[in-house]
């Protein structure tokens, strides 16, 4: 009986997981304008390791889902970031190649050496103020971004 009842403790926690994570859709300070400017001269993208029922939910949500042309996630993939798989899956649907392409993420090891690794240019959003690699392209508001590209 105890089986029985973990394993519906466990569904229904998995459940209301999803349902409720997708309504705390809180964007940072800037979001719309730097997605404005981006899309304009670029084609954006997204590699996420969250759950894709989640990310979908939250994209849709918060009104942005229509600024990105491919949304490449982990649980599809198979692997998370900073796995070089999902780098160079994502490159592979985005159409596109390491040159002409930069990665901006928020977590250091995941995004930025992840994507370092395979070849590609990086950018982190380190709105947490962490200790970086002094050759690191770092921002601490998105409209920083402005100064790379």
Do not use: W
């Amino acid at each position: 009986i105890n089986k029985v009842i973990e394993k519906e403790k466990i569904f229904k926690l998995s459940e209301d997981y999803i349902t409720h994570l997708t309504s705390f859709n809180n964007l940072f300070e800037n979001t719309i304008d730097v997605l404005e400017y981006l899309s304009v001269k670029y084609k954006l993208h997204i590699i996420t390791n969250g759950f894709e029922e989640v990310q979908q939910k939250k994209l849709s949500r918060s009104n942005i889902e229509h600024y990105f042309k491919t949304v490449t996630n982990s649980e599809h993939v198979g692997v998370k970031k900073p796995n070089p798989i999902i780098f160079n899956y994502a490159i592979e649907v985005a159409k596109t190649n390491v040159k002409r392409s930069i990665m901006i993420g928020d977590n250091y090891e995941a995004d930025i050496l992840g994507a370092i690794d395979v070849g590609l240019d990086a950018i982190c959003f380190n709105y947490h103020n962490e200790e970086l690699h002094e050759d690191i392209k770092e921002i601490n508001c998105l409209l920083e971004i402005k100064n790379y590209l």
